[in-house]
């Protein structure tokens, strides 16, 4: 099972790799027609939706239930939704 910080980071990474279908002219995804490529980059979409809700979901309950984030927690979600 997936932390809340891990879901927040694949669906990062998701919405990375749905970009290299948009502008996929070379390698081996350049024989793909413009709707396969399309379907690709939706359904990593809809994936990295469902890994956003999970990570928001893990960050709600974990504010709820503590009174606010213990300093580890804070510490996991800092890294990964602090600023860059």
Known sequence: MATGPEHYREAERLIEQSK????????WKAHLSPEVRRAYRMADLAEAQVHADLAKAAATAM???????AGEDYSAWDKVAGEH
């Open 20 to 27: 290299t279908w948009a502008n996929a002219d070379t390698g």
């Open 63 to 69: 504010g709820a239930l503590s009174g606010g984030m």
